[in-house]
């Protein structure tokens, strides 16, 4: 059994990936810089982990926790995939010139959503939000960034006199009061982002792609998102369990020289 971590900015995700491919049900934790104690009790409870594998973003800190806790529970060192060692094995044309520029979990996204062999716009809603076009034949053809939900809605009330407000949760398209106003309308803008790319892609390409939606808010953004609309919120770690077949006869040659 292996351990597959999704280390992001904000969020640590993870999930459990058997021998035939097989992955558990997305787990997920917000980190703030450090390894929440809910995730260690958790982490304590699992048993036959061979290996962990950390596809990361976030910090440099939370890695160093995931290590000591690696070899303290299942006496292994994991492995940190990095942007350069999934540019070097991935089975696409990236549009960015320089691929670690584009990001270790939008490259690895970008992988799992490969293996559908049609185009596919994917949205990546975490601390920012992503949008990355793909082919069906694997070429990506590039991507759009917007600030996250909470960025976007913290950029507002910094950048003006609004006074602070709890963050309402919104099931109407019109606000009521200042901060159902301002969620709804963090939701609307990624939307309607979403519905002119897919317009744009599907001029460009002959075909509506096929949308993705992802990441820590991809549920909370999925209802005001042009259907059809499918939710995939570990297409990350799904990407990483990929890349980590890839690397493994490498590692293996490495071994044997």
């Not at 159902?180 to 002959?206: F, V, Y």
Request: aromatic share 4%.
């Amino acid at each position: 059994m292996q351990l597959m971590i999704d280390l992001g900015n904000s969020a640590l995700k993870w999930a459990l990936c058997d021998q035939n491919g097989t992955m558990s049900e997305l787990q997920r934790a917000l980190h703030y810089g450090a390894l929440p104690v809910d995730v260690l009790a958790a982490w304590s409870e699992l048993s036959a982990i061979e290996q962990v594998y950390v596809a990361a973003v976030g910090s440099p800190a939370v890695v160093a926790a995931i290590a000591q806790v690696s070899q303290a529970c299942w006496g292994c060192s994991p492995q940190i995939i990095d942007s350069a060692m999934v540019a070097k094995q991935i089975p696409l044309r990236l549009a960015y010139a320089d691929p670690a520029q584009l990001g270790l979990d939008r490259q690895l996204a970008l992988w799992a959503a490969q293996a559908l062999a049609v185009p596919v716009l994917i949205v990546d809603a975490g601390t920012a939000i992503t949008y990355d076009l793909l082919t069906a034949d694997g070429k990506h053809l590039g991507g759009v960034i917007l600030p996250g939900l909470k960025l976007m809605r913290e950029s507002l009330l910094q950048g003006t006199r609004i006074p602070p407000h709890e963050a309402d949760t919104v099931a109407h398209p019109w606000g009521t009061n200042t901060g159902t106003a301002i969620n709804a309308a963090t939701l609307h803008a990624p939307a309607a982002l979403a519905e002119r790319l897919l317009h744009t892609s599907q001029q460009q390409l002959g075909a509506r792609p096929r949308l993705i939606v992802t990441g820590g808010d991809a549920e909370q953004l999925q209802p005001w998102m042009p259907p059809p609309v499918e939710l995939q919120p570990d297409l990350v770690l799904r990407g990483l369990a990929l890349a980590v077949e890839c690397f493994k006869p490498l590692a293996s040659g490495h071994r044997h020289r």
